[in-house]
């Protein structure tokens, strides 16, 4: 048996943060025993774990996606880790698997579909491409803009959010698939990596002027397909270019995350209809039974160096609440991830 130490550290939620912006203090560390597997379930060392803007949704409404969390419960989200103890047959010892987690050091699971756990097959660089460009975050990025966007060879693909985990890889598949692609962020130096790194056509800084005069600049010919990550004035822009038939990608609206629950109101959305557009949501999570689909592609991808990934990855459990912080503070270059224990590949 693996040897692990006596105490488990956890992060709980301790405060809804209603009206206002996630702060430290809405969590509390905590410290409890390792988990013992009972029958069917398993216990898994977490060595990544991953933050996402939808956890803010968590500690209040659990977005329609998930049930609230309570105050005291372990702070939900995946991770990628090693199975260290198992008492279920199809979980082996030394197993690497990703799934619903938690905020903690050691984390218990069993088979049932709550935990949506994968077992990593691909190892190419990292484990912790499971959470990102090669986990929900990559396979976001690739099942919306394949399936909502369509993106043809030629067309013009603007995506807002151009630097965050799952921008950086939806411009670089806009690129295979023979598109033009403008990205958006907010600062010169993220702008610099959408170009130089993600190898996106041109980049626009949002808080650098007037945003529509940059769009129209970057895009001359208006936009065929907009993925956008990021809602509000950006969106609203963004509606105001597209061209007939155009494919708007509603992926996610960090920009109205934070605030008293009514969103900025959407003056150009009556273009959709005028230009015969369509505009669509969608949840990942719906898309689990096509995951090796996007994997068959995406692996050899990543091995010709087509499709390259960026990560930004904070040392120590300790750090979870400033991981989370930093999306919505705009810090983060890549998909945010903290490491919670060594990667031993
Ligand atoms: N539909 C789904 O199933 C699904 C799945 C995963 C994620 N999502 C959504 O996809 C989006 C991206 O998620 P992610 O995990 O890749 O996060 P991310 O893009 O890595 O996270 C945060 C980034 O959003 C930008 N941002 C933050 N506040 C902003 C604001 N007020 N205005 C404009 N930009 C702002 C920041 O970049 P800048 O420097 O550019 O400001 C920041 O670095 C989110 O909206 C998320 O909710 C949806």
Redesign the pocket.
């Known amino acids: 048996m693996t040897e692990i130490p006596k105490t488990n550290l956890q992060w709980l939620l301790a405060e809804r943060p209603v009206d206002r912006a996630v702060k430290e203090s809405d969590f509390k560390l905590h410290e409890a025993p390792i988990p013992e597997p009972n029958d069917g379930e398993f216990v898994i060392r977490v060595i990544y774990s991953?933050?996402?803007?939808?956890m803010r949704f968590y500690m209040l409404d659990g977005a329609g996606?998930e049930e609230p969390l309570e105050i005291g419960d372990v702070m939900r989200g995946r991770g990628v880790g090693e199975v260290v103890r198992t008492k279920n047959p199809d979980y082996a010892v030394g197993d690497i698997v990703h799934g619903k987690m938690g905020w903690q050091q050691y984390a218990v699971a069993d088979s049932s579909p709550y935990y949506l756990m994968f077992k990593v097959n691909q190892r190419i660089v990292s484990v912790s491409t499971a959470l990102g460009v090669l986990g929900?975050?990559g396979f976001?990025?690739y099942f919306?803009l394949l399936d909502i966007g369509k993106p043809k060879p030629g067309e013009m693909v603007l995506v807002?959010?151009?630097?965050?985990?799952?921008?950086?890889s939806v411009g670089q598949i806009a690129k295979i698939l023979g598109c033009k692609t403008v990205g958006?962020?907010?600062?010169d130096e993220?702008c610099k990596l959408l170009v130089e790194k993600l190898g996106y056509d041109a980049a626009i800084n949002?808080?650098s002027g007037d945003i529509g005069a940059q769009m129209d600049k970057a895009c001359p010919d208006g936009i065929d397909v907009f993925f956008d990550?990021?809602?509000?004035?950006?969106l609203d822009e963004g509606l105001a270019r597209i061209n007939k038939y155009a494919r708007v990608v509603?992926?996610?609206?960090?920009?109205?995350?934070?605030g008293d629950g009514s969103p900025r109101p959407i003056q150009n959305a009556y273009k959709i209809g005028r230009l015969n557009a369509l505009m669509q949501?969608?949840?990942?999570?719906?898309?689990a039974p096509r995951f090796d689909e996007a994997e068959r592609d995406m692996v050899p991808w990543i091995k010709d160096g087509k499709l390259t990934y960026q990560e930004?990855i904070l040392d120590g459990i300790e750090r979870m609440p400033e991981g989370l912080i930093?999306?919505?503070?705009?810090?983060?270059?890549?998909?945010?991830l903290v490491r919670v224990s060594a990667d031993p590949f």
Request: net charge neutral; aromatic share 10%.
């Open positions: 991953s933050l996402a803007p939808v996606i929900m975050t976001t990025a919306g807002s959010g151009a630097a965050g985990g799952v921008g950086s958006i962020a907010g600062s993220k949002y808080n990550n990021v809602g509000g004035e950006i509603s992926c996610g609206q960090i920009s109205q995350y934070i949501g969608f949840l990942i999570y719906d898309y930004d930093r999306l919505y503070d705009s810090k983060n270059q890549g998909k945010q």
